[in-house]
């Protein structure tokens, strides 16, 4: 093993010397076996390593542009700004971590919510932003995904909630619980009406997120070798004092005990929620067609 | 037994023992008006100290070993206490007793988070920490409760959902996830009082209600306040200047609007007199439970959705039309 990183690393070697003269960004080195592709072929596999299969992270945005049907994402009017209730201070108070964050993302908060189509089926949609703050759930992310369940019952739609998440957010403190009880409460409400919800987890997808709207979709995607868990790795090794088996808390081991439904390659991810939702709710595509009919 | 006292109550301890040798000489002349003497500047003292606790002190109270837990004040508020086991799934979670009692003429469903009062029993109640089994327990009960028309009542002290590889396993987060779903759904009154440590998604997993009750030296947060010392200054040595931050006191949380009551507990907390907080708690929640009764089930969903509908704090930029 050791032998053969370090001749992968003198093959390697020229070709990052050889970056210095192109322009910067033109390459992609896998952060997980260090395959070197053109940047522009990573992107075209969906930001997937073609060597290892390592499914890297995605930007909201292009998670947006991955998942859904071309130009049909129409996004919520973003009229929702965290405060700082608590007026919290760390090492830096919580009002300029929350501007850093916006100017990093362009969000106001770790969530986008919008409505979309997926194969031709209308969707709420919900993409979680994990440059946001870790994408953790304040009181901003609780709400937006509360009105979004709350429009996919108002509109009789399903929804599907795309998580990338630490847990809640420190920062607002309690507030923050609160947000897993009211997104779960606006659950409870979809699931009497009987409108499907479809969960994809991507890494991460942990603690509070987890425990409230993440675990609780009719059927729960997730991509592969995903975090996904209630607890953190660190916390658990800390608090038992002994090695984690190997693959813990990773989407195929959850998948294992019972806890996720399927585990598919992100270039899959479209087909299966594809056919999901053809399963839940062909209204749903119907409704579409009909109303572009009479327009 | 002494108490075990912490280093803020080391001006009362002092007063204490000279009471308590003054009070062996109690046949010398003069002795009786030192005593009383002592016993004011004591009473004073103790309303000095304990009525300014910080975040801080106050979560050391919370976690005394000699506080009362839930079964103290199941077994002295209710009659005909029974107790089931068992989540007919996978183990009985001894993190977590249930059952079923009767408060006054009211026949309730309880459950109580459990610590133990030594380490024997803390290790075989997993210091109050719940497993995946312990939640569907409670759950499992909670229906039952619902079918026969039983109010739930709810004590919750926890440190949080026990972070370990079983727990991990066997779906921690789902079982927390789906009951604090299934609650919204339950047509009977749940009432909850937060009698020690509400720690996060561990505490929530059954701690959605009506009301929520929480006693004067109980604290309640997302993260504990040495979990988040270790995540955001990197050192569990800050905890004290997190539980400040993290606004979990109870007066906090009432202004915040996520508790409905604090319970007053007796001078120095609930393991300095808890006969006393047995009664202060058996009232408050006769009290609550009176009104919630009248209420028709279908009303008690609703209202309670729209209790936790309301929670959040944030700006919003109504677009002009
Ligand atoms: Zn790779």
């Not at chain 1, 998942?67 to 973003?78: C, K, L, Y």
Request: charged share 25%; proline share 5%; net charge neutral.
């Amino acid at each position: 093993m050791t032998w053969f990183r370090k001749r992968k690393y003198t093959v390697l070697k020229p070709t990052e010397k050889k970056r210095v003269d192109i322009p910067d960004g033109l390459w992609h080195k896998c952060q997980q076996c260090l395959h070197i592709l053109l940047a522009r072929d990573y992107e075209k596999n969906l930001w997937v390593c073609p060597k290892c299969n390592f499914h890297d992270r995605v930007s909201g945005w292009d998670r947006i542009g991955i998942t859904f049907d071309p130009e049909s994402f129409i996004a919520d009017e973003d009229i929702l700004d965290p405060t700082d209730p608590l007026e919290f201070f760390d090492t830096m108070n919580y009002m300029d971590r929350l501007v850093s964050y916006q100017k990093k993302t362009g969000l106001k908060d770790a969530v986008i919510t919008g409505i979309a189509k997926c194969g031709g089926y209308k969707v709420v949609a919900g993409v979680m932003e994990f440059n946001f703050a870790g994408g953790s759930m304040g009181s901003v992310v609780g709400e937006k995904i509360t009105r979004a369940f709350e429009r996919s019952l108002k509109e009789r739609l399903p929804i599907v909630i795309i998580c990338a998440s630490g847990g809640a957010r420190m920062q607002e403190g309690i507030l923050s619980l609160m947000q897993m009880a009211k997104t779960s409460m606006a659950i409870a409400r979809l699931n009497e009406a009987k409108i499907p919800y479809i969960t994809v987890l991507t890494h991460p997808t942990t603690a509070g997120v987890m425990a409230s709207y993440a675990s609780l979709g009719d059927v729960i995607i997730a991509e592969p070798n995903a975090l996904i868990g209630f607890a953190g790795p660190r916390v658990i090794q800390q608090t038992i004092n002994q090695i984690l088996p190997k693959g813990f808390q990773r989407s195929e081991f959850v998948r294992d005990h019972g806890f996720i439904d399927i585990v598919t390659n992100r270039k899959d991810l479209r087909n299966t929620m594809i056919n999901l939702l053809s399963f839940f709710a062909p209204w749903a595509r119907e409704k579409e067609e009909v109303s572009s009919q009479s327009q | 037994m002494a108490l075990a006292t912490f280093d803020f109550e080391k001006p009362i301890v002092e007063l204490e023992r000279e009471i308590s040798d003054l009070l062996s000489r109690e046949n010398e002349p003069g002795i009786s008006r030192k005593i009383k003497a002592l016993e004011q500047k004591l009473e004073k003292t103790k309303i000095d100290i304990y009525s300014k606790l910080t975040p801080w002190q106050r979560v050391q109270v919370a976690r005394h070993m000699a506080r009362p837990h839930s079964l103290d004040y199941i077994q002295s508020i209710f009659t005909e206490w029974t107790e089931i086991h068992g989540d007919r799934c996978f183990a009985d979670d001894m993190a977590v007793v249930t059952g079923f009692g009767n408060i006054g003429n009211q026949s309730v469903t309880v459950i109580g988070q459990q610590k133990g009062k030594d380490t024997k029993e803390n290790l075989a109640r997993n210091f109050g920490m719940m497993h995946p089994e312990g939640y569907r327990k409670a759950m499992r009960v909670m229906r039952i409760g619902e079918r026969f028309n039983l109010p739930i009542i709810i004590f919750i002290d926890t440190p949080g959902a026990y972070p370990g590889i079983g727990a991990e396993e066997r779906g921690q987060a789902e079982a927390i996830a789906r009951n604090i779903r299934d609650m919204f759904t339950l047509s009977v009154p749940i009432l909850i009082i937060i009698i020690g440590e509400g720690a996060s998604g561990g505490a929530l997993g059954i701690g959605v209600g009506d009301y929520i009750l929480m006693m004067e030296n109980a604290w309640y947060c997302v993260i504990s306040p040495e979990g988040c010392a270790s995540i955001l200054w990197r050192d569990r040595a800050m905890a004290a200047r997190s539980a400040e931050a993290l606004k979990l006191t109870p007066p906090d949380l009432l202004k915040l609007g996520v508790i409905d009551e604090i319970v007053p507990e007796p001078l120095g907390g609930a393991h300095r007199d808890p006969v006393s907080s047995f009664q202060t708690v058996r009232s408050a929640l006769e009290k609550r439970l009176q009104e919630l009764v009248k209420i028709p089930g279908d009303v008690l969903i609703e209202r309670r959705a729209q209790k936790y509908r309301k929670m959040g704090v944030f700006l919003e930029n109504k677009p002009e039309k």
